[in-house]
Structures are given as C-alpha cells and as structure tokens.
C-alpha cells in the first residue's frame, strides 16, 4: 500500500541551529501538508503545498514540494524552545479525500 | 474561530465497560475523521465520514469498535466493550471536503486509558 517515509526519526538540536527534514512517497502527490504536535495536543496544520516546485513559508518555517512529486521537505531556521514536538507529513491516500501520514520526525531542543 | 471540539479529553475507564467519544467539527465542514494514535502504531484513521455518510470504515479494529454522525455537527466513536488494548490518544479532525485541498483539522484528542 502507499507509504510515506519521514526522515530522519528524531532530532536532538542546540537552539538556534537550523533543521531540515523530509518525506518521499512511492507514488506521484498532488499535494504535501506538513503538521506539527505539540506533547498532548492535536497536530496542528503548518503549512499546504499544491504544485511542484512550490516554495511556502510560514515565519521561521518553510516547505518545498519536490519536482519528482515524490518528496517534500520542511526546514526550521534558527530553532527555538518551543519548536519541540513531532512534525509529520501528510499527503493523499490512492483513493478519496483521506489522507496517509509519516511516522513522524520527534524534534528536541536543547536550550 | 472555534475548532474541532471533542469530549472528554480524559477518559479512565474499567475492561468491559462501554466508552463513548465525542466530537462537534468545524462549523461548515463536511468531512468528518476519526484516528487513534498510539506509540507502537502512530496514527491511524479508523474511520471518515463525508456528508454524515461513513464512506471508509476499514481502519475500524473490529466490532467493538462503532461510530455514528446522526448531523453535521456531531459524531460519536463507541467502544464497546472496552479492553486493556484501546487505551490511545483519539482524534477527531474535520476538513471541507467541496475545496478539494484534503486540509484536515484536528481537536485536541481524547486520552483514553482502559484498567
């Protein structure tokens, strides 16, 4: 079945560093969202891309939407306390409106 | 803007009794998403609904597992009867199925924790 793997796992970062992560898919996206989870909330939308190619930011956050359609990246510059938590990424199943998320990328912060 | 609203957020509840999941989604929205996340498994969609209609029950663990959306505003995740294996954080998430962005919006979860 589909699959999207995030990379790496997790992060341990000095604050103030900047963070890059990824997600590739075994199939061709149309669209890539990223969500961030803070400890005991719900994830929260971060940024949505649509087109290959797309470039988004979102503050100190930015997203690409990789030409092959394939993959999609989220950087973090100059990383703060609060950018803890799991980052997942997010794109179409095969088949209706669900969604198929990353296993996720668990940031910490070392202040 | 109010969000996704789900209740209780706390859940503690003996094996064998019947544990039910509530969820109001953004007002305006269409789609209606029900997930469990635990550490082993990470998250997974146990059902969606689009226009109250289920459309993709196949992620449900099996029948002790049920959920209904007798409106648009409102659904329910039912369990019954409960066992030691459901304790997991619930989401409920809701999205405007008509923009055909596949935006999804998530509440705040419901920790669940069966004895």
């Known amino acids: 079945g589909q699959q999207l793997n995030q990379s790496p796992q997790s992060m341990f970062i000095q604050e103030g560093e900047d963070v890059s992560m990824n997600c590739t898919s075994s199939?061709?996206?149309?669209?890539w969202l990223w969500y961030k989870q803070d400890p005991g909330e719900g994830p929260v939308l971060l940024i949505a891309?649509?087109?290959?190619?797309e470039l988004t930011s979102n503050g100190r956050l930015t997203a690409q939407f990789g030409i092959t359609r394939k993959d999609s990246f989220l950087n973090i510059s100059a990383s703060i306390p609060s950018d803890v938590g799991i980052y997942f990424c997010a794109g179409p199943f095969e088949y209706g409106n669900k969604l198929v998320f990353g296993a996720g990328t668990i940031l910490r912060v070392k202040s | 803007d109010a969000g996704v609203i789900q209740s209780p957020r706390h859940e503690v509840t003996e094996m064998g009794q019947e544990v039910t999941l509530r969820c109001k989604p953004i007002s305006g929205h269409n789609s209606l998403f029900w997930y469990r996340q635990t550490m082993m498994r990470g998250l997974e969609l146990l059902i969606y609904f689009n226009n109250n209609v289920p459309i993709d029950d196949s992620g449900m663990p099996e029948d002790r597992f049920s959920a209904k959306m007798p409106n648009a505003s409102f659904s329910t995740l039912k369990i019954q009867p409960s066992e030691p294996r459901d304790s997991a954080v619930y989401f409920c998430a809701s999205a405007n199925f008509h923009t055909k962005t596949l935006e999804q919006y998530f509440g705040p979860g419901t920790r669940l924790t069966v004895t």
């Open positions: 891309l649509y087109k290959a190619g």
């Open positions: 199939s061709i996206f149309n669209t």
